[in-house]
């Protein structure tokens, strides 16, 4: 059983920068494909960025070169750089923990944290 603890959503300006955390508890860390999804007013969740335990990364076309996931395994907390934030980019972020990367029913979410991207 793994929970997940998101923080550090907010306001922020349009071309602004904000970093999310997201803490796990539980054992066995690095056997999470760890991700951040995102679900926009009236839109689906979608994907953002997944890194492996070992550090490989997957992202979104429409956050590439903007965003950037990294993961502290010793302190089992993942972490999404924002930077150039759209008002696009507005949405509820949420934290996933995907156990061996086998996909749903195999993975934990956390609360999510809003992001609000506006002038």
């Known amino acids: 059983q793994v929970q997940l603890v998101e923080s550090g959503g907010g306001l922020v300006q349009p071309g602004g920068s904000l970093r999310l955390s997201c803490a796990a508890s539980?054992?066995?860390?690095?056997?999470?494909?760890m991700g951040w999804y995102r679900q926009a007013p009236g839109k689906q969740r979608e994907l953002v960025a997944t890194?492996?335990?070992?550090?490989?990364?997957n992202y979104a076309d429409s956050v590439k070169g903007r965003f950037f996931i990294s993961r502290d395994n010793a302190k089992k907390t993942v972490y999404l750089q924002m930077n150039s934030l759209k008002p696009e980019d507005t949405a509820v972020y949420y934290c996933?923990?995907?156990?061996?990367?086998?996909?749903?029913?195999?993975?934990?979410w956390g609360q999510g944290t809003r992001v609000t991207v506006s002038s």
């Open positions: 996933n923990a995907d156990k061996y990367g086998l996909g749903p029913g195999n993975d934990y």
């Open positions: 539980g054992s066995r860390f690095t056997i999470y494909v």
């Open positions: 890194i492996t335990g070992g550090g490989s990364t």
